[in-house]
């Protein structure tokens, strides 16, 4: 039983397929390495945010304290004996609770998605991504080398195919001392 050709029509398209692959392999690792550094900078965000809210916590805490110390000095009954009126320090204390609150609302926030992002990444990406770069690093790469020495084979033969038939005697029947009966590399 005889295997079947290759029936190649034409080398240059077969060029043209290997720089399409190559081009492929190249473009899908720079995107699976985008998307990695895109995951890095949520991750740094997050962290980035999480030190902006605590900051912010830290320094509305320090506006509570300063709100109640001027809320219980005007406490104090005035020179006639009547309270003098508080509104606005008591206005200025539910304000700096309020954003503390928020505040600390936001660093509540920021640890909930520095927990949770990492397990969504895994579920959603991380396989996915090393797989495919595992297909390019090994299939794809693989494919092309075999593809490329498969090229090379087939111009070689294309070219011996037309010396011979284009009346001129191939290599190998040129070659000195290749089998030729009597000669010294040949059948004696």
């Known amino acids: ?68 110390a001027e809320l219980a000095a005007r406490k104090f009954p005035n020179w006639d004996g009547k309270l003098p009126d508080t509104t606005i320090q008591e206005r200025n204390l539910r304000r700096a609770k309020a954003r503390l609150e928020h505040a600390e609302d936001k660093v509540a926030t920021c640890r909930k998605w520095a927990a949770t992002l990492p397990k969504l990444v895994d579920e959603t990406y991380t396989g996915a991504g090393h797989r495919l770069t595992t297909v390019l690093d090994l299939d794809v790469a693989r494919g092309l080398a075999v593809l490329g020495r498969r090229l090379d084979a087939l111009e070689r033969y294309a070219e011996m195919k037309l010396d011979v038939g284009g009346g001129s005697v191939s290599a190998a029947a040129t070659t000195p001392g290749a089998d030729t009966p009597g000669s010294p590399g040949g059948p004696a």
């Open 1 to 68: 039983m005889s295997t079947p050709g290759a029936d190649v029509r034409s080398i240059p398209a077969l060029h043209d397929w290997l720089a399409a692959m190559t081009a492929y392999r190249d473009a899908a690792a720079d995107a699976v390495a985008g998307i990695n550094q895109e995951v890095r900078r949520g991750y740094e965000w997050i962290d980035e945010q999480q030190s902006r809210w605590q900051k912010t916590v830290r320094e509305c805490e320090e506006e509570v304290v300063q709100a109640k």
